[in-house]
């Protein structure tokens, strides 16, 4: 099941180590944007023998080659996403759950007109998500009804 991995860091001439093999499987499984830690809790249940810096390391390695994407929209977090085509992500403030917004950024034409080469686009909005906000919504439906 790895095999398609194996191929993508050959091409960015990265040695297909366990642990980065295991890591973009496990963005490419779970598109809940996890964190660090979330990644080296899960995995560590397969890994024993895993470190949390070996984790870091290779999240790090895996950023600076394009073949995933960090997100840092929420504050002292870094999360992080196996979808590197432009998309933007919305962070619910009340579950802490980020996100895919489908959207096109309409102003990159405008910014490429200025001369700059543009590598990655990212549009953070903050909110309450449709799940909480309908829990919110039927958590007040019984005051209001009384
Ligand atoms: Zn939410
Ligand atoms: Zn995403």
């Known amino acids: 099941m790895y095999e398609p991995y194996i191929t993508l860091l050959k091409e960015h001439h990265l040695k297909a180590t366990p642990q980065r093999l295991q890591i973009i499987h496990y963005l490419h499984t779970h598109h809940t944007h996890p964190n660090a830690d979330d990644i080296y809790t899960a995995l560590r249940h397969t890994s024993p023998s895993l470190s949390r810096t070996t984790v870091y390391n290779a999240l790090e390695t895996l950023k600076k080659e394009n073949i995933i994407h960090s997100i840092t929209i929420s504050a002292g977090e870094t999360r992080y996403d196996a979808r590197i085509d432009t998309h933007h992500h919305f962070l619910c403030t009340t579950c802490n759950t980020i996100s895919d917004i489908e959207l096109v950024c309409p102003n990159i034409k405008r910014v ?18 449709p799940q909480c906000a309908q829990k919110q919504e039927r958590k007040h439906e019984p005051k209001d009804a009384a």
């Open 112 to 129: 490429e007109g200025g001369g700059y080469c543009i590598e990655e686009v990212h549009g953070y909005f903050k909110g309450i998500c």
